[in-house]
């Protein structure tokens, strides 16, 4: 198929502030974004990125263009764009192609697969560049590890690595990663067992996430890992977030709650005085674009003191 076709403890996972505000880049003005590197890859990133669910996984209509979300973002600054063929049945795909048939060297393209054999990842590739109107991915990912699975099939024959190692061969896709959120356990068996590049996990302030951040994250420096957070806000309903509802109503397992609650802001400031490269956040409207983008463009890293004060407050 030819072109298709450092950190010993837990406490010092949190980085020098001037450590991190070296590796960031970028203006703080209209249309330009502070960047970080995302790694390993050596590719600079917008430190925030815009989600592939949330707005971008519905249907257009006349009050709301999925497509227009995406032009905002990359005129806004934001050149780290996330899907998934598995977000609304494609839909976030077929979105962004509207968007990436125009401009796709101008931003960095990530998808993933939630497929675990060879062929079914390949034949969901071909089926996802379509949607998106591109021939490539910068980064291809396995999507959602859970705590159970046995990592170590994937490496087998007609095991779904395979596929990534020939995309990547192919440039079909830059860089190869991992994601999920059931499991810290799992997060380390799939990195100590694989060459990912990079990793997208969940780092938020609450004490459920606490194994990520203790366990997951000094072993993601250590290998230096691009690694980009989600759940930043909770996910889903964004129950972390001041004036939304406390409780995520559907009760997906793994959006997380907390008593009291914080402004958008401070969990963006908060997650980025991690040693994390960007936050992936999902967004259903401009309005909900401009806050988030105004506060990384902003904003300055939480100190090891504001970071633990939060923790605090949302146990």
């Not at 609450?206 to 993601?220: D, F, K, Q, T, Y």
């Amino acid at each position: 198929m030819q072109r298709m076709a450092a950190m010993a403890v837990a406490g010092s996972a949190i980085m020098q502030m001037n450590d991190i505000e070296n590796n960031t880049t970028g203006e703080k003005k209209k249309g330009v974004l502070p960047k970080r590197v995302l790694g390993k890859t050596g590719v600079e990133v917008s430190m925030l990125v815009l989600g592939g669910v949330s707005g971008m996984g519905m249907k257009p209509t006349a009050e709301f263009n999925p497509p227009d979300l995406a032009n905002a973002a990359i005129d806004a600054g934001i050149t780290y764009l996330d899907t998934a063929p598995g977000y609304s049945n494609g839909q976030s795909e077929l979105n962004y192609g509207m968007v990436m048939a125009k401009r796709r060297n101008e931003v960095f393209l990530a998808s993933k697969t939630l497929k675990r054999t060879y062929d079914e990842a390949m034949r969901e590739v071909e089926e996802s560049l379509k949607r998106l109107q591109t021939d490539h991915y910068d980064l291809f990912q396995v999507h959602s590890v859970l705590e159970k699975e046995d990592v170590s099939l994937w490496g087998k024959s007609n095991g779904m690595m395979k596929a990534f190692y020939k995309l990547r061969d192919e440039k079909v896709t830059r860089f190869i990663g991992v994601t999920g959120h059931e499991s810290a356990d799992a997060m380390n068996r799939a990195i100590d067992m694989y060459d990912f590049d990079t990793i997208l996990t969940t780092f938020n302030p609450v004490p459920r996430r606490l194994p990520w951040r203790e366990s997951v994250l000094p072993n993601a420096v250590r290998k230096n890992m691009g690694i980009i957070a989600m759940k930043v806000m909770g996910g889903g309903g964004g129950a972390l977030v001041t004036g939304n509802p406390e409780k995520n109503v559907n009760g997906n397992w793994y959006w997380d709650e907390t008593p009291h609650q914080a402004q958008p802001s401070d969990l963006i400031r908060y997650v980025l005085g991690l040693p994390v490269t960007c936050v992936n956040i999902g967004m259903k409207s401009i309005k909900e674009l401009e806050i988030n983008v105004a506060a990384v463009r902003d904003m300055k890293p939480f100190t090891k003191e504001e970071q633990a004060q939060l923790e605090k407050l949302m146990a």
